[in-house]
């Protein structure tokens, strides 16, 4: 194909628009779309290039597919090696085999699959996955596959390549509307949600071959109208007039995508046609167009336009080991070094590892070496994640803190019995009251999955004084009554089900707890202050007898207290760690749980008074067994932390235990 640099510059946008966003999210918040424009570009040139070979009878698989490992596969593996190298050192055996198995199907390239399918509450942080980013690279390479067969058939039988393009475009975009709300992540990283976008591109690249003439003369005729009317005192501009107001439009939907699109938008759904036209009506402004060449044609944006496919490959790795190492998100000298890192980077491999791979002699060579390189790193993440992270990496004394912890907290939190992890599921089994039953002291437990992980200890305090527990848990849900949770959308007809159950157990006490971290409820401090104002004053009224306890929220850890302890035994010359260690502390909601509680009367434990020191280091284990970490994951009790709290919190629990 012709060199076209406004492709490049929309390349250089959209990499650069990504990279932002992931760096410093409150930079760009609608830095995202840089995938989408990706999408857009692949599609158009992608089909341009199918529709010449196929037209001029040089079509071949064989040739397609080589051209494709020749230019994807040289970055990718080296980033996929260089990724693992590091991990070997760094990540702990739950990390390193989670890396493994994106790095199994990023070699195979259905990593959107498998992301897709760990999506959810427990789900780790994403951006503590170190091959998240590919996912993207995973729908274009599924488009690869299946587009140059499905349009190899139709030229065959001299069917409609356009209404090909337009009937799948069209079924692709109609489910990416139509469940985008219900189903978010499936929409999100399944092609058939994202293969309109690749589409929208193909549809432009055939146009400009089979209606370049059309097209030319209804030019003519708006740059006639356009010179006459918008540009009558510019006539510079006029001579290119359409393509100066496609530029335009163009790049005015991109640029005001990425400035001014939330970052909590259910996405892609409709909003993704704002990047998708956008970078349609840049490609039909072409390279004539003014903005296309003072914007998307100078040399800094054609240089990050050829490096923009490492750049996208590099960044992300670089920013998950920092927010690995430092907590939820690296500091923000971090990441200005890590962008840095990997600008310099994509430099290196676009020059020494994609370009003597792409271009030269040796082609079959370079594609046999290329396809065994692939396969080989695939087969070592596979071997990674069946042999439990490689575990014999850390020397014996270290494996108190390395080792991967079953700690079968599903099965005591009694999941999908007690604590409803399905959306499907809403009323509680007749098992989840236990204890002496119901002719004594009932105790109700309403929450989340925090909420869930107090259940063991709260059960084992039963079983000394007496008392009936009724887990009444959903997973991701507050107990709150009204909040949509981020994860959930049912939580409201949850707690109306709770409700009824609690009417039916008539309960003496109802305990609440859960994460009250606003983050997971889309609540400020105040907003959810004033929500539990509600709740308590709703369950005053209904249960009027009842005594109401609020537990506040746990400390949190960075990714868990096994990964903070083994971080900090390191730097400990003794090579022990002590059982206290630096944790995050959600004050702000603890203290105004604190206020409500006491002006509505009620009893309150701080969780982190119990459990943290004043310089905010807090109980990281309770014991010197393995599973003796007080929490499974950033916040969760473990069976032998959930026992550990509720017998130090006793004397204030049996106030109540009348």
């Given at each position: 194909m012709k060199f076209r640099p406004e492709i490049d510059g929309l390349r250089a946008f959209?990499?650069?628009?990504?990279?932002?966003?992931?760096?410093?999210?409150?930079?760009?918040s609608g830095g995202y779309i840089g995938v989408d424009v990706f999408f857009v570009i692949s599609g158009y040139l992608i089909t341009s290039i199918l529709i010449s070979d196929l037209q001029t009878e040089k079509f071949s698989f064989s040739e397609f597919?080589?051209?494709?490992?020749?230019?994807?596969?040289?970055?990718?593996?080296?980033?996929?090696?260089?990724?693992?190298?590091?991990?070997?050192?760094?990540?702990?055996?739950?990390?390193?085999?989670?890396?493994?198995?994106?790095?199994?199907?990023?070699?195979?390239?259905?990593?959107?699959?498998?992301?897709?399918?760990?999506?959810?509450?427990?789900?780790?942080?994403?951006?503590?996955?170190?091959?998240?980013?590919?996912?993207?690279?995973?729908?274009?390479?599924?488009?690869?596959?299946?587009?140059p067969l499905a349009l190899w058939l139709v030229w065959r039988k001299n069917a409609s390549i356009l209404k090909l393009m337009i009937g799948v475009a069209v079924f692709s975009f109609i489910l990416n509307v139509a469940f985008v709300s219900g189903e978010t992540e499936a929409v999100f990283f399944w092609p058939i949600g994202r293969f309109w976008e690749l589409l929208v591109g193909a549809l432009m690249a055939w146009m400009s071959i089979f209606r370049k003439g059309p097209l030319e003369t209804h030019r003519q005729k708006y740059d006639q109208f356009l010179a006459a009317t918008l540009f009558r005192r510019l006539p510079s501009l006029a001579k290119a007039g359409t393509y100066n107001v496609s530029s335009f439009v163009g790049l005015s939907l991109l640029f005001g995508g990425v400035l001014f699109l939330p970052e909590d938008i259910v996405y892609p759904g409709m909003w993704a046609l704002i990047p998708v036209m956008g970078t349609a009506f840049v490609i039909a402004g072409g390279a004539t167009a003014l903005l296309s060449r003072v914007v998307l044609s100078n040399k800094l944006a054609l240089w990050f336009g050829a490096v923009s496919y490492p750049l996208y490959l590099w960044h992300w790795p670089l920013l998950s080991y920092g927010n690995l190492a430092n907590g939820d998100r690296a500091s923000v000298e971090f990441r200005v070094s890590a962008v840095a890192l990997s600008v310099f980077l994509a430099w290196f491999t676009y020059r020494f590892v994609e370009n003597p791979f792409r271009f030269g002699a040796h082609k079959r060579l370079k594609i046999q070496a290329l396809g065994l390189g692939l396969m080989l790193l695939g087969g070592f993440g596979w071997l990674n994640y069946k042999f439990d992270g490689l575990g014999f990496r850390f020397p014996e004394s270290a494996r108190y803190y390395?080792?991967?912890?079953?700690?079968?907290?599903?099965?005591?939190?009694?999941?999908?019995?007690?604590?409803?992890q399905e959306p499907e599921l809403l009323v509680h089994d007749d098992i989840c009251v236990q204890g002496q039953g119901a002719e004594g002291y009932k105790v109700a437990l309403w929450g989340d999955s925090h909420a869930a992980s107090l259940f063991p200890g709260l059960l084992a305090l039963s079983e000394q004084d007496h008392f009936s527990i009724f887990q009444l848990t959903h997973a991701a849900c507050p107990s709150l009554f009204g909040v949509k949770g981020v994860y959930r959308k049912d939580c409201p007809e949850n707690a109306e089900q709770v409700l009824r159950e609690m009417l039916q157990i008539k309960p003496d006490l109802i305990i609440l707890h859960s994460d009250w971290g606003y983050d997971d409820y889309h609540l400020t401090v105040t907003e959810l202050g004033v929500v539990l104002v509600n709740t308590i004053e709703r369950l005053k009224e209904t249960f009027p007898e009842a005594e109401l306890l609020i537990i506040g929220p746990v400390p949190r850890w960075e990714v868990s207290p096994q990964r903070v302890s083994y971080r900090n035994v390191n730097r400990l010359l003794d090579g022990t760690a002590s059982p206290m260690q630096p944790a995050i502390i959600l004050s702000e909601q603890d203290a105004m749980i604190e206020r409500v509680a006491a002006d509505h009367a009620l009893g309150f434990i701080s969780a982190i008074n119990e459990l943290c020191d004043a310089q905010g280091r807090c109980l990281a284990r309770v014991g010197d067994q393995k599973t003796d970490f007080i929490a499974i994951d950033y916040g969760h009790f473990s069976k032998a932390g959930a026992e550990y709290f509720v017998e130090h919190i006793a004397p204030t629990l049996r106030l109540y235990l009348k």
């Amino acid at each position: 194909m012709k060199f076209r640099p406004e492709i490049d510059g929309l390349r250089a946008f959209a990499v650069i628009s990504a990279v932002i966003f992931h760096s410093f999210p409150g930079a760009l918040s609608g830095g995202y779309i840089g995938v989408d424009v990706f999408f857009v570009i692949s599609g158009y040139l992608i089909t341009s290039i199918l529709i010449s070979d196929l037209q001029t009878e040089k079509f071949s698989f064989s040739e397609f597919f080589g051209r494709r490992v020749r230019r994807i596969f040289p970055s990718l593996i080296f980033v996929l090696a260089m990724t693992n190298i590091a991990a070997w050192f760094l990540l702990l055996p739950a990390e390193y085999l989670e890396l493994g198995k994106h790095t199994a199907a990023s070699a195979v390239f259905i990593q959107n699959f498998v992301f897709w399918s760990e999506a959810g509450y427990f789900d780790p942080a994403g951006e503590t996955k170190l091959l998240l980013h590919l996912w993207s690279l995973a729908v274009e390479e599924q488009y690869y596959l299946l587009w140059p067969l499905a349009l190899w058939l139709v030229w065959r039988k001299n069917a409609s390549i356009l209404k090909l393009m337009i009937g799948v475009a069209v079924f692709s975009f109609i489910l990416n509307v139509a469940f985008v709300s219900g189903e978010t992540e499936a929409v999100f990283f399944w092609p058939i949600g994202r293969f309109w976008e690749l589409l929208v591109g193909a549809l432009m690249a055939w146009m400009s071959i089979f209606r370049k003439g059309p097209l030319e003369t209804h030019r003519q005729k708006y740059d006639q109208f356009l010179a006459a009317t918008l540009f009558r005192r510019l006539p510079s501009l006029a001579k290119a007039g359409t393509y100066n107001v496609s530029s335009f439009v163009g790049l005015s939907l991109l640029f005001g995508g990425v400035l001014f699109l939330p970052e909590d938008i259910v996405y892609p759904g409709m909003w993704a046609l704002i990047p998708v036209m956008g970078t349609a009506f840049v490609i039909a402004g072409g390279a004539t167009a003014l903005l296309s060449r003072v914007v998307l044609s100078n040399k800094l944006a054609l240089w990050f336009g050829a490096v923009s496919y490492p750049l996208y490959l590099w960044h992300w790795p670089l920013l998950s080991y920092g927010n690995l190492a430092n907590g939820d998100r690296a500091s923000v000298e971090f990441r200005v070094s890590a962008v840095a890192l990997s600008v310099f980077l994509a430099w290196f491999t676009y020059r020494f590892v994609e370009n003597p791979f792409r271009f030269g002699a040796h082609k079959r060579l370079k594609i046999q070496a290329l396809g065994l390189g692939l396969m080989l790193l695939g087969g070592f993440g596979w071997l990674n994640y069946k042999f439990d992270g490689l575990g014999f990496r850390f020397p014996e004394s270290a494996r108190y803190y390395t080792d991967t912890i079953d700690f079968q907290w599903w099965d005591h939190v009694q999941t999908n019995i007690c604590h409803l992890q399905e959306p499907e599921l809403l009323v509680h089994d007749d098992i989840c009251v236990q204890g002496q039953g119901a002719e004594g002291y009932k105790v109700a437990l309403w929450g989340d999955s925090h909420a869930a992980s107090l259940f063991p200890g709260l059960l084992a305090l039963s079983e000394q004084d007496h008392f009936s527990i009724f887990q009444l848990t959903h997973a991701a849900c507050p107990s709150l009554f009204g909040v949509k949770g981020v994860y959930r959308k049912d939580c409201p007809e949850n707690a109306e089900q709770v409700l009824r159950e609690m009417l039916q157990i008539k309960p003496d006490l109802i305990i609440l707890h859960s994460d009250w971290g606003y983050d997971d409820y889309h609540l400020t401090v105040t907003e959810l202050g004033v929500v539990l104002v509600n709740t308590i004053e709703r369950l005053k009224e209904t249960f009027p007898e009842a005594e109401l306890l609020i537990i506040g929220p746990v400390p949190r850890w960075e990714v868990s207290p096994q990964r903070v302890s083994y971080r900090n035994v390191n730097r400990l010359l003794d090579g022990t760690a002590s059982p206290m260690q630096p944790a995050i502390i959600l004050s702000e909601q603890d203290a105004m749980i604190e206020r409500v509680a006491a002006d509505h009367a009620l009893g309150f434990i701080s969780a982190i008074n119990e459990l943290c020191d004043a310089q905010g280091r807090c109980l990281a284990r309770v014991g010197d067994q393995k599973t003796d970490f007080i929490a499974i994951d950033y916040g969760h009790f473990s069976k032998a932390g959930a026992e550990y709290f509720v017998e130090h919190i006793a004397p204030t629990l049996r106030l109540y235990l009348k």
